[in-house]
């Protein structure tokens, strides 16, 4: 049997297991991560994040969904990654360039006596384009008609890295749905033949011109209580339909995210996303030898 160092972390609620991966890694990082994510038999969490090496990034991310499934991106777990790869190497870099399934993303901390409790990330621009989202049409598409559930509902199509489908609402019932209810609608909307790689579900009620409410069905793990990624397509996909400022609070299940779509100067028409970054507890997960593999040197 063999060892595997853990830690659990997490940003607004959106909690992930994190292994640093630079000399051993998991041999089924998805099959892991289904095991180890089950909140009953397992550690509990939306998903099992690695830290590997990387040829041209401080770091580079490896995300696995709780269903076992690839993700390409989570702006809640990269900056957890970027404060446990800031604490690995002595503290002695800032910012961190963290690499992922979608590109390298820059992370600033914010540190309070030497510990990182908070980062902001530029999360790059957003992808409006339907086939590169990829939704199935061409174009934008804003504000445009999909029958979900037997009922018509108004979306928003973004892509930051991964497929998001935002849908506003103009009262509160969709907070109000209990979690049978809420799953069987978000499982319908990620699986609905329009996104050929299923889809991030956004909720938004527009509570002002800088504040959005928002309740996130995610793809391969189901409701959480906040997605980065998800936040950053709200803001882009209200600035789009004139529902909001360009810099917002969004607020999620658990607990804040400040936005900014930058609209001129340094970092024009990126993303800027600021929120926090919990370690919750570390341990030690016990494997069979034949369950881990030698990391890549140096990475990709």
């Known amino acids: 049997m063999s060892k595997l160092a853990f830690v659990?972390?997490?940003?607004?609620?959106?909690?992930?297991?994190y292994v640093a991966a630079d000399a051993l890694r998991p041999a089924d990082p998805g099959a892991l991560a289904k095991r180890l994510s089950d909140r009953h038999f397992g550690i509990g969490g939306d998903g099992?994040?690695?830290l590997c090496p990387s040829a041209h990034a401080d770091?580079?991310?490896?995300?696995y969904n709780a269903d076992g499934s690839r993700g390409e991106m989570c702006g809640n777990a990269i900056r957890c990654v970027a404060r446990l790869q800031y604490e690995l190497s002595g503290g002695r870099k800032n910012p961190l360039v963290v690499d992922t399934d979608?590109?390298?993303?820059?992370i600033v901390l914010k540190t309070v006596d030497g510990?990182?409790?908070?980062?902001t990330v530029d999360m790059g621009e957003p992808i409006l384009e339907g086939r590169e989202i990829p939704v199935a049409r061409d174009g934008r598409i804003i504000?445009?008609?999909l029958e979900v559930a037997g009922r018509e509902y108004r979306i928003t199509a973004v892509s930051m890295g991964n497929p998001h489908c935002v849908t506003f609402v103009a009262d509160e019932g969709i907070f109000a749905l209990d979690d049978v209810e809420f799953a069987r609608l978000g499982s319908q909307f990620e699986r609905h033949p329009f996104f050929p790689r299923r889809v991030n579900t956004e909720f938004i009620l527009p509570v002002a011109r800088d504040r959005l409410r928002m309740r996130v069905w995610e793809r391969g793990s189901g409701e959480t209580l906040a997605c980065g990624t998800g936040?950053?397509?709200?803001?882009?996909?209200?600035?789009?339909t004139g529902r909001s400022a360009r810099r917002a609070t969004v607020e999620l299940r658990g607990g804040p995210l400040e936005i900014e779509w930058r609209?001129?100067?340094?970092?024009?028409?990126?993303?800027?996303?600021t929120g926090e970054a919990v370690e919750v507890f570390r341990g030690e997960i016990e494997l069979d030898d034949a369950e881990l593999i030698p990391a890549v040197p140096g990475g990709r």
Do not use: Q, W
Request: neutral net charge; hydrophobic residues 50%.
């Open 8 to 17: 659990k972390m997490h940003g607004c609620g959106n909690d992930y297991i």
């Open 48 to 50: 099992l994040i690695l």
């Open 59 to 63: 770091v580079r991310m490896e995300m």
């Open 102 to 106: 979608c590109g390298a993303r820059t």
């Open 115 to 119: 510990r990182a409790v908070a980062a």
């Open 143 to 145: 504000d445009f008609p």
């Open 231 to 240: 936040a950053c397509a709200a803001l882009v996909a209200s600035v789009l």
């Open 263 to 273: 609209e001129s100067g340094v970092g024009a028409n990126h993303v800027f996303m």
